[in-house]
């Protein structure tokens, strides 16, 4: 059996799937690029029947990225599989990727048809999805809780139809290791043809077993997982990328595997996904949290001194962080050139256009400004702004004026400019931010759910830049903006434009 295991990425569709992670096409298409600097074998794109902009995303992300494969998510039906196969044809290696629940819950309640129908429906459109592409996956949905004896029949007889890949959803995260692996060894041991298939693992995160769940997979002859960068994904999420991986290839000698993603481009990877999302990465996070790399106990600190590998089972440096600057900590100052700026985002993993790194160095002057020193954590924010920001962002802010006190109404004057025109209102409120938003909407005439105001500090000390998200429900969908300023109701203005900028696009 080979030793090598596929990554099969999908951020930009189970991920994509998370409330409130929706992306535009130039977000995606970002993300893809930065899929295929990881070099993962496989960029689901999106589920191309689910909407009209879904579709352009699939098909412009196919005609672009060279490399990995691109597949496409369809249900087992002939207007998805069609539809999958006209957004993904245009790529250099397609893939179909096509699914249909095989568990007795989902049969009798979702699906309401018996097993004899299901393995017909599953036969058919696999051979139906073969004649457009030769290379299909088929996910029996719900595998896990699938009894094994129905699930070998479901295997065998879409591989005999014409299935590259078999994957093995644990789709509501309910397995455990030992469970899982199981069943991969019982497809193995007991489909006659699973040779002629890669089998492969998609693992969500419910019981927080999601990447052990993928490892055991792999250990019992898995040789593609599912997985999507910060573990993003319906729910709790899917396998995360960089776990996984990097377990894979620490633990190499164990497992007796590898993978071919570029680890260098990880904490890339993480900071892109977690900027165009909106979602935060945990500073305790395993691979791409702030603390992942760093020693605070004495004890520790002097072991690492010492001899690093006494508390480091990995270096930085493979997921592309550069250790000398994480213990340096403080960074540039307000003096400090183009060419450093650019370095230093490098070094701390970012793929910036020019034209962002110009931005990025604007609102760096502007911070280092008003503060006296500026950490990575800002440096991070302020990228996080610039890239939330957008290019060319359709409403920015002009000018903002706030009232409030103990026995004043909070009252909210702000400009906004569009294109060339500028609109100014004023709006009261039950506090300061409200009345800010108030006046936004008053502008530009979207009324969205306000679903969640979170604010959090990116550094201590009185002049810390404050980070604010927001999150907006607007027709069905929920969309989220983030800023950063050292001026909290400033954050929370451009946070809450940058939203409605999303919604626009
Ligand atoms: O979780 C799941 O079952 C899925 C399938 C569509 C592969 O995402
Ligand atoms: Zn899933």
């Known amino acids: ?39 993962v074998d496989v960029i689901e794109a999106g ?15 196919a005609g672009e990225i060279e490399g990995p494969e691109i597949a496409g998510l369809c249900r ?17 290696k397609p893939r179909l990727h096509i699914f249909l629940a095989t568990s007795k819950i989902h049969l009798q309640y979702k699906l309401r048809k018996a097993e004899d129908e299901i393995l017909r429906q599953a036969v058919e459109m696999t051979k139906y999805a073969a004649s457009l592409c030769a290379n299909v996956e088929f996910s029996p949905e719900d595998a896990s809780r699938t009894e094994r004896s129905f699930l070998a029949e479901v295997v065998e007889a879409v591989i005999e139809a014409g299935a590259t890949t078999v994957n093995i959803p644990d789709t509501v995260g309910y397995a455990v290791p030992w469970e899982y692996g199981e069943t991969i060894k019982y497809l193995r041991t007991h489909v006659k043809n699973i040779d002629r298939a890669v089998l492969s693992a998609h693992c969500h995160d419910d019981l927080g077993l999601a990447v052990a769940n993928s490892l055991a997979a792999v250990a019992n002859g898995a040789r593609q997982v599912e997985v999507a960068v910060n573990g993003l994904g319906e729910r709790a999420g899917n396998c995360a990328l960089e776990e996984i991986v990097m377990a894979i290839k620490t633990r190499r000698e164990v497992l007796g595997v590898d993978t071919r993603v570029n680890t260098q481009q990880i904490m890339a990877a993480s900071r892109l996904v977690s900027q ?21 106990a004495g004890i520790h600190q002097h072991g690492v001194l010492v001899h690093r590998a006494t508390y480091e089972i990995m270096s930085p ?10 213990a340096q900590g403080i960074v540039l100052g307000k003096h400090s050139g183009h060419h ?19 931005r990025a ?25 610039v890239v939330a920001t957008g290019a060319r962002p359709t409403y920015t802010i002009d000018y903002l004026s706030v009232t409030a006190g103990s026995h004043l109404i909070p009252t909210a004057t702000v400009r906004l400019r569009k294109g060339g025109r500028v609109v100014q209102r004023a709006a009261t409120g039950d506090g300061p931010v409200d009345a800010v938003f108030k006046a936004i909407s008053s502008i530009t005439h979207i009324k969205g759910e306000l679903l969640d105001y979170a604010i959090r500090s990116v550094t201590s000390g009185r002049e810390a830049m404050g980070e604010v998200t927001v999150k907006v429900r607007y ?28 919604i626009l696009v």
């Open 1 to 39: 059996m080979s030793d090598y295991v596929r990554i099969f990425d999908t951020t930009l569709r189970d991920g994509e799937q998370c409330p409130g992670a929706t992306m535009n096409l130039e977000e995606k298409l970002r993300v893809a690029r930065q899929l295929a600097l990881l070099n």
């Open 47 to 61: 589920f191309p029947i689910a909407s009209k902009d879904d579709f352009e995303a699939v098909k412009t992300i």
């Open 76 to 92: 087992c039906l002939p207007k998805d599989i069609e539809r999958g196969w006209q957004a993904v044809k245009g790529a250099r």
């Open 276 to 296: 165009i999302t909106g979602f935060p990465v945990p500073p305790n996070k395993a691979i791409v949290g702030s603390n992942a790399f760093k020693h605070e």
């Open 317 to 326: 440096e493979q997921i592309g962080l550069n250790p000398e600057e994480i």
């Open 340 to 358: 450093a700026f650019e370095k230093r985002l490098k070094d701390l993993g970012y793929n910036l256009t020019q034209d962002e790194v110009a």
């Open 361 to 385: 160095l604007e609102r760096f002057k502007e911070v280092a400004d008003k503060k006296k020193v500026v950490y990575d954590e800002d440096l991070h924010a302020i990228v996080e702004d």
């Open 475 to 502: 027709k069905e969908r929920i969309y989220t903006g983030v800023a950063a300023s050292t001026d909290v109701i400033e954050a929370s203005a451009k946070a809450y434009v940058n939203c409605l900028n999303r």
